[in-house]
Structures are given as C-alpha cells and as structure tokens.
C-alpha cells in the first residue's frame, strides 16, 4: 500500500527527516511513536504532499507520488486526519463532511452521497449534530468530524496524527475503536500517537522514530514487550515492580 524509502525532508536548511524507511501493508494498522520533535508529522506532511521531499521515494499502491500536489494524492487514494482536528469551524457538520468528499464529487463518484451515510453510521453523534456548528462541538465529537471528513474521500490508506490529543481517557477508548473498525471496513491505516501504549494495543506492527531516523521496528506485541520502549514511551520499566 505506502513505500517510504530512504526519505529526507525538512523546513529550509533544517533537515528533519534523515533517510526514512518504511512500509504498510494493505489491511494493517501500523503506528509510528516517538517523542514531540521527532519529525513524526513532517512524516506525514511529506507523504501527503504538503512539504517537498528532497531525497528519497514515496509510492502509494507502486505509484511515486512525492513530486505530485496533495490534492492529486487524496485523489489516489490517501487521506490525512490532522493533528489538531482543523475542522472549519463556522461551518456545520454536514458541509465539512461534504467539503471532505470533494475530489470524489469533483470526479462523478455516484457512491459521495451513499459514502455519507456510511460516515453517519459509523460516528451516530455526527448526524445527531449535522446541523450544528462545527465549531460548537465537543473536542471528541470534532476529532470523529475530522476522521469523518478524511474517510469521505473514500482513501485506501489513511492517516491519523495524534488522535487522542487533549481528550478523555473514554473518548479515546472510543477514538480506538473507531480506528479498529476503519480497518475492519476496508481501509489502511497508519498512525501517529503520542499513546504509545494504546496505539500499539490495536497495530499490526510499529516503528519508534528518533531525531528523524527510525531507530526500531517489529510486530506492535513485540515492541510493548521491548525494555527500551516501555522505559522510553510506555512510562514502565521490566525490571521494576
């Protein structure tokens, strides 16, 4: 589904991102953890097209795809939920969800309004709240409005950057099932989160990113298990009691 290999980007002379290599297969949840600063969302920026690559190759479904504009790469089938939400906020529920099918629109999808409803009946709280400002809602209710809007574009793969931010522990129980559910409806997924623990409990695999490089990788079972992670990201050490 996603190729990153041996990818660099950054901001100006600022080099973020320092020969990345990774990948996800079609149906995986695969998380990215590692501490703010990074380059965890430089990561997905770059990938989305939103900062220029300088080295390396991006390929989404064996087609190179770090030259192109991000609105081509939603069109090809990959959907960012940013960290932060951004939703638009003086605008009601139902228009960011249509504002999120666009380029399906744009392109004569007959399914847009079909897709709709499948966004309703995945997040009920939405259509209760169509009407309502986007702007009015709760931090959890915005965050499902955000996923909502990346999965009107109908992606293969799409991507989540910090979706538990600044939420209830409960809400964020709910925010990971909506998660495992995307998956089990069809789509990849990969995502960025600041809880390790949690995201690793519903990955497939996971790679721990440091100062710009990737430093571990394996099976999500393995990395909960590792002594360097659980010191570094999960707040526990296995040789404590």
Same mark, same amino acid.
Request: proline share 3%; with cysteine.
């Given at each position: 589904?996603?190729?990153?290999?041996?990818?660099?980007? *950054?901001? $100006? #002379?600022?080099?973020? &991102?320092?020969? +990345?290599?990774?990948? /996800?297969?079609?149906?995986?949840?695969?998380? @990215?953890?590692?501490?703010? *600063?990074? $380059? #965890?969302?430089?990561? &997905?920026?770059? +990938?989305?097209?939103? /900062?220029?690559?300088?080295?390396?190759?991006? @390929?989404?479904?064996?087609?190179?795809?770090?030259?192109?504009?991000?609105?081509?790469?939603?069109?090809?089938?990959?959907?960012?939920?940013?960290?932060?939400?951004?939703?638009?906020?003086?605008?009601?529920?139902?228009?960011?969800?249509?504002?999120?099918?666009?380029?399906?629109?744009?392109?004569?999808?007959?399914?847009?309004?079909?897709?709709?409803?499948?966004?309703?009946?995945?997040?009920?709280?939405?259509?209760?709240?169509?009407?309502?400002?986007?702007?009015?809602?709760?931090?959890?209710?915005?965050?499902?409005?955000?996923?909502?809007?990346?999965?009107?574009?109908?992606?293969?793969?799409?991507?989540?950057?910090?979706?538990?931010?600044?939420?209830?522990?409960?809400?964020?129980?709910?925010?990971?099932?909506?998660?495992?559910?995307?998956?089990?409806?069809?789509?990849?997924?990969?995502?960025?989160?600041?809880?390790?623990?949690?995201?690793?409990?519903?990955?497939?695999?996971?790679?721990?990113?440091?100062?710009?490089?990737?430093?571990?990788?394996?099976?999500?079972?393995?990395?909960?298990?590792?002594?360097?992670?659980?010191?570094?990201?999960?707040?526990?050490?296995?040789?404590?009691?």
């Amino acid at each position: 589904m996603l190729k990153v290999r041996n990818l660099e980007a *950054g901001y $100006g #002379k600022l080099r973020v &991102l320092k020969r +990345i290599s990774l990948h /996800v297969n079609p149906g995986e949840i695969v998380t @990215l953890i590692g501490a703010n *600063g990074a $380059g #965890k969302t430089t990561l &997905l920026s770059t +990938i989305t097209g939103l /900062v220029r690559a300088s080295a390396g190759e991006i @390929l989404l479904q064996d087609r190179e795809i770090s030259r192109e504009k991000p609105e081509k790469i939603v069109a090809m089938g990959c959907s960012l939920v940013p960290e932060g939400r951004q939703v638009f906020v003086t605008m009601t529920v139902q228009e960011n969800l249509v504002m999120g099918g666009y380029i399906q629109h744009k392109k004569g999808n007959r399914a847009f309004m079909q897709e709709l409803d499948n966004i309703y009946q995945l997040f009920p709280v939405l259509q209760e709240r169509r009407e309502q400002l986007a702007g009015t809602l709760s931090g959890g209710e915005q965050q499902m409005l955000a996923m909502g809007r990346a999965l009107m574009a109908q992606p293969s793969l799409i991507m989540l950057d910090e979706p538990s931010t600044g939420l209830a522990p409960l809400i964020v129980k709910n925010i990971f099932e909506i998660i495992t559910r995307m998956r089990e409806n069809g789509n990849t997924v990969l995502l960025i989160e600041q809880n390790a623990k949690a995201a690793l409990k519903i990955a497939d695999r996971g790679y721990v990113l440091e100062t710009g490089k990737i430093i571990l990788e394996g099976p999500a079972e393995a990395l909960l298990a590792n002594r360097d992670v659980q010191r570094a990201y999960l707040g526990r050490d296995l040789g404590q009691s």
